[in-house]
């Protein structure tokens, strides 16, 4: 599926916090990212343990077209991947 919906011309994306368990009993706050093509309807979901931009830039790597990310706290944006 990731390689369906990066080949899509357009994309927007977004995430969220999630809490995640580690192996120790303990846990911290990850990010479960979503992906969506709305011309097809596809939906790919990937969680990364940070908010860091490496998770989505790796996602996105082949992705070459425009893509959009929701607002966060009244700004939004475009990013390019693969630039």
Do not use: N
């Not at 011309?9 to 911290?28: A, K, M, N, P």
């Not at 969680?47 to 070459?64: C, K, N, V, W």
């Amino acid at each position: 599926m990731r390689r369906e919906i990066t080949a899509a011309d357009y994309l927007q994306t977004d995430d969220t916090s999630i809490t995640v368990l580690d192996e120790r009993g303990g846990s911290f706050k990850g990010r479960l990212w979503t992906y969506l093509d709305p011309l097809t309807h596809q939906v790919v979901f990937d969680a990364t343990p940070t908010h860091e931009g490496d998770g989505p830039a790796a996602f996105l790597a082949p992705f070459r077209a425009r893509c959009k990310r929701m607002p966060i706290a009244a700004t939004t944006g475009s990013i390019k991947a693969g630039a």
